[in-house]
């Protein structure tokens, strides 16, 4: 389908004025600045990293001079910087918002159009892109790319440019991380000229996810996180969402879309297909064009809505990730240094990767040229087909609300019921919130109904599966069952590439049940529910003082989620680094030390033996430390506790969890685990500790795996017998004092609800 090429006369109305937005006169009209005019270097130019107030200066200059570019702030970040995004568009385009927002709502829900209204609304609407880059600070390209694309479309006057700005409605947003822009930047220029020149800073890069600020996107727990949804995604669902990021040096220059497998199961068929078939489309013209080292089909899956938000969402998802280099430094790679990707060798040539990269110099300018071009591919592709994408997007709306299975053989429940009568109403609060954020319509029943064996009153809230985003509520609502799959017939299990599980009800216990027949009768659509007041026993009260460790040379970001859980919980605490520790008195100012999630030994070279010493006093003085995940080992082995870890020395092929959700059994007497109330005991585990204990005089086991049952409740994984009968939570005591060994997150990443409890009733013990 070849786009439309002329412009389209039509009044400002709508939400450009509601974002204080304001046609500009023809005659009011600056000159257009370029991204050198503002930098003073061009974009990608060897070790020249722009500063956020340089990027949020261009794009100002960019609205107040250009027809085709609109520039909003969508709010502050965490640490107070403006959020923004760039509509761009034609002017005229521009200048009518709300009337392609109309249309892309009416297209997105066949509940909202008149009869006959589909052709109209297809062949007057826009094919509405979503660029976010961005969000990983020390992938560089992405903050950079951002204003060669912009440039590009205020000054265009190719066929190719006025094709896309007739035919599309590009949101730009320069970062997802604009905190992070400076943080990284900032050490970037500190260190120039210096052995430490282009690695990453110390400190996270976001204030409290660091890299993991891209794994929120069905919790949205971050502040960059809600304005990307709530402003962008919600008001128009985008039917194309161009991620750029960077991955490591060593394979390939750029993946491109197709997926490996597996394919989440709730994502509509047409949404895969539509990104393979632009993924590919956008590899050929790159490889048409020179472009060498592109791999498809290769190294990232299509799973979970914690990185896939956009296809439960009508959005197309075309990730790419171009090879990185120092930062903004340059490097040197030979082809023999070049080595194997996940699905293909960067040194051979095969139907996925079908021209090899020869070596040499790799540069911040080639990052953002690579980067650039797959933009413009996608937009030109985006533009020829519009028509075409508007159709598909109407027939995914039309599926949402049709007959159920909406794709496929296997059988969806008809509703998930959720009783009102929770023992934790902060997350029965919390899930609903989550849901209705992510689009959800959530219901409540007319009469009692029954699932699962179960008996559920009249007003028990109902999410049907037959609403529009009804596949993106089954994904999180249900338990998964990620493929078992293999490298070929008969051969080892292929290793998933990331997080396997996204259960809600089992990460914030709330009981859930799906209904198998005919869908209980419901009223219309509740009210928004609003996100809850986090309260827990140790809210707003300084009587136990807390102290959470972070290394000051390599912070973890199980340390930033920590700080996170605690300050929405409005829980006091003081952060210490190794310089608080050894040789002090800890007990003098505190009772709890918290270890977060860390490598054993990255704790062990920055507190060294004087640190465990200070630890060890603490503990024998009656503090109690809490160690998270990974850092159980260091405690195990600093204090010489006598527990040991079952998985040490286990190979990843006879034992693996990248992410999975597990039952446990909980010893209900133990002072630690009084406040838990899910009704189904679950811990999530990610490459953690299994314990086994070796003097019970000293230690117990609080909570602790089936002895011997498959563990296994949401996920992968790979030799759970190895957990049957050992522990998962251990209370160890020492002096007058206790170490609590967690061998999960008890917080993990601001998701895991139910644990919480395990993490007050130690520090109030």
Do not use: C
């Not at 190719?158 to 900032?186: H, K």
């Not at 989550?434 to 319509?441: I, M, S």
């Not at 299990?493 to 869908?519: M, N």
């Not at 050992?726 to 609800?753: E, I, N, T, W």
Request: hydrophobic fraction near 40%.
């Amino acid at each position: 389908m070849i786009g439309r090429v002329a412009t389209h006369g039509r009044a400002a109305v709508g939400l450009l004025a509601l974002l204080g937005g304001a046609v500009r006169p023809a005659a009011a009209q600056r000159a257009i600045p370029t991204p050198r005019s503002m930098l003073g270097f061009e974009p990608g130019a060897d070790r020249k990293l722009p500063s956020w107030k340089q990027i949020v200066d261009y794009f100002t200059a960019l609205d107040k001079s250009s027809p085709r570019v609109s520039v909003r702030t969508l709010g502050k970040t965490t640490l107070g910087r403006p959020f923004i995004v760039a509509f761009i568009s034609d002017s005229a385009t521009l200048a009518n918002l709300e009337h392609y927002r109309r249309i892309q709502r009416k297209l997105a829900d066949p509940r909202l159009r008149a009869p006959g209204e589909r052709e109209k609304l297809v062949a007057e609407g826009m094919n509405v892109i979503l660029v976010t880059s961005a969000i990983h600070s020390t992938e560089v390209g992405g903050f950079t790319t951002p204003l060669v694309l912009a440039d590009r479309l205020a000054h265009g006057d190719t066929p190719e440019a006025r094709l896309v700005l007739a035919n599309t409605i590009i949101m730009l947003v320069p970062s997802q991380n604009p905190d992070g822009v400076d943080i990284v930047g900032d050490h970037y220029r500190s260190t120039l000229g210096t052995p430490a020149e282009g690695t990453g800073p110390p400190q996270l890069y976001h204030y409290y996810t660091g890299h993991d600020d891209n794994r929120d996107w069905y919790a949205f727990t971050q502040l960059e996180t809600r304005y990307t949804v709530d402003s962008l995604y919600t008001p128009w669902d985008p039917q194309i969402v161009n991620d750029i990021h960077q991955q490591g040096a060593n394979a390939g220059r750029i993946f491109i879309p197709p997926y490996m497998d597996p394919v989440e199961p709730n994502i509509d068929p047409i949404l895969t297909a539509a990104t393979n078939a632009l993924g590919m489309a956008m590899s050929w013209r790159m490889t048409a064009d020179g472009f060498t080292g592109i791999a498809t089909n290769a190294a990232y899956d299509e799973w979970s809505p914690a990185r896939q938000y956009s296809l439960y969402h009508r959005g197309a998802r075309l990730l790419t990730e171009t090879a990185s280099a120092r930062l903004a430094s340059p490097i040197e790679l030979s082809f023999d240094a070049l080595g194997p990707g996940r699905g293909y060798n960067a040194r051979e040539a095969t139907w996925n990767y079908p021209t090899v990269w020869p070596g040499g110099t790799w540069t911040y300018g080639d990052i953002v040229r690579y980067q650039t071009e797959a933009s413009w591919a996608l937009f030109v592709e985006a533009a020829r087909d519009r028509a075409s994408w508007l159709a598909a997007y109407a027939t995914l709306g039309e599926r949402a609300l049709g007959r159920l299975p909406a794709w496929g053989r296997d059988p969806w429940p008809s509703a998930f019921l959720i009783p009102k009568a929770q023992s934790d109403t902060q997350a029965l609060r919390r899930l609903l919130w989550t849901l209705q954020h992510g689009q959800v319509e959530i219901r409540e029943s007319t009469s009692s109904a029954t699932a699962d064996g179960k008996s559920y009153p009249t007003g028990s809230y109902v999410v049907l599966t037959q609403q529009p985003y009804g596949g993106y509520a089954k994904a999180l609502l249900e338990r998964q069952q990620y493929p078992n799959l293999s490298d070929y017939p008969g051969g080892p299990p292929k290793r998933p590439y990331d997080v396997t599980a996204h259960t809600l009800p089992l990460l914030f216990g709330i009981d859930v049940s799906a209904v198998s027949g005919s869908a209980p009768p419901t009223g219309p659509p509740i009210a928004a529910v609003q996100e809850p007041a986090y309260t827990t026993l140790l809210s707003g009260k300084p009587s136990r003082r807390i102290a959470i460790f972070r290394s000051a040379t390599n912070e973890p970001m199980d340390e930033g989620w920590t700080r996170w859980v605690f300050d929405v919980s409005h829980i006091p605490f003081t952060q210490i680094t190794e310089s608080d520790i050894a040789g002090r008195s800890l007990n003098e100012r505190f009772d709890v030390v918290i270890f977060p999630d860390q490598p054993p030994a990255q704790i062990a070279r920055a507190l060294g033996a004087a640190g465990a010493t200070s630890i060890g006093a603490f503990v024998d003085n009656g503090g109690t430390v809490l160690a998270f995940n990974d850092a159980s080992e260091y405690a195990i082995d600093a204090l010489k506790l006598p527990v040991r870890n079952v998985l040490a020395g286990v190979r990843n092929t006879d034992f693996y969890a990248p992410g999975s959700i597990l039952s446990v059994e909980l010893r209900r007497d133990h002072p630690i685990a009084r406040g838990f109330v899910a009704p189904v005991p679950a811990i999530w585990f990610e490459d953690s500790p299994v314990f086994e204990i070796t003097d019970s005089s000293q230690a117990v086991a609080v909570a602790t795996y089936p002895a011997a049952k498959n563990p296994l409740l949401s996920g992968w994984l790979l030799g759970g017998s190895r957990l049957n009968g050992k522990a998962a939570l251990v209370d160890v005591k020492r002096g007058r004092g206790h170490v609590v060994l967690y061998g999960f997150r008890p917080q993990y990443r601001g998701q895991s609800m139910a644990t919480y409890p395990l993490i007050w009733g130690a520090i109030a013990e």
